[in-house]
């Protein structure tokens, strides 16, 4: 077998968990009436657009952070956690779903151009992070990104859910 195939493998096994779960979070969006997208229906959250608009923001961290594990030996990233639902709140307001939609996608396609140009042991590359600790490989990294699309598919549900 050949390392080419081998990437296609480490590429398309995250490839599919980052669509799957694309699609469960877009499903949920879809969900929302126009007027609903920027009702707050349960206090302290976000409405459906402003959620939308903090996974585009949280994304672009994200493969930042990748492209550092990727430049730099065994780098301290960021906890997005902490950073990316500050931006969200203190950046200009999406001007629309639409808008966030076709920032998302666009986001999402340049993700899988830099996945997929990547050598199979780029995946092992090692980084540290303020809460998971020194040990960790880029594929984890990786994997944050349809998890992360999961909760939020989640929190509108609840929130399609109280309206």
């Given at each position: 077998?050949?390392?080419?195939?081998?990437?296609?493998?480490?590429?398309?096994?995250?490839?599919?968990?980052?669509?799957?779960?694309?699609?469960e979070l877009m499903g949920q969006l879809?969900?929302?009436?126009?007027?609903?997208?920027t009702q707050h229906p349960i206090e302290g959250e976000w409405s459906p657009l402003q959620l939308a608009h903090?996974?585009?923001?949280?994304?672009?961290?994200?493969f930042d952070?990748?492209?550092?594990v990727q430049s730099e030996d065994n780098p301290l990233v960021v906890n997005?956690?902490?950073?990316?639902?500050?931006?969200?709140?203190?950046?200009?307001?999406?001007?629309?779903?639409?808008?966030v939609l076709a920032g998302l996608v666009a986001r999402r396609e340049?993700?899988?151009?830099?996945?997929?140009?990547?050598?199979?042991?780029?995946?092992?590359r090692p980084f540290r992070h303020p809460e998971w600790g020194d040990d960790r490989?880029?594929?984890q990294l990786v994997n944050v990104l349809p998890i992360h699309d999961q909760q939020h598919a989640q929190q509108l549900e609840k929130i399609k859910a109280a309206l």
């Amino acid at each position: 077998m050949t390392t080419t195939e081998k990437t296609e493998r480490s590429f398309d096994k995250a490839r599919r968990k980052l669509v799957a779960a694309r699609i469960e979070l877009m499903g949920q969006l879809a969900k929302f009436s126009t007027d609903e997208l920027t009702q707050h229906p349960i206090e302290g959250e976000w409405s459906p657009l402003q959620l939308a608009h903090h996974v585009y923001i949280a994304e672009g961290m994200g493969f930042d952070q990748m492209k550092l594990v990727q430049s730099e030996d065994n780098p301290l990233v960021v906890n997005i956690s902490d950073h990316a639902p500050q931006l969200a709140t203190t950046s200009e307001p999406p001007a629309s779903l639409d808008a966030v939609l076709a920032g998302l996608v666009a986001r999402r396609e340049e993700i899988f151009e830099y996945l997929a140009a990547l050598p199979e042991e780029a995946w092992s590359r090692p980084f540290r992070h303020p809460e998971w600790g020194d040990d960790r490989k880029f594929y984890q990294l990786v994997n944050v990104l349809p998890i992360h699309d999961q909760q939020h598919a989640q929190q509108l549900e609840k929130i399609k859910a109280a309206l």
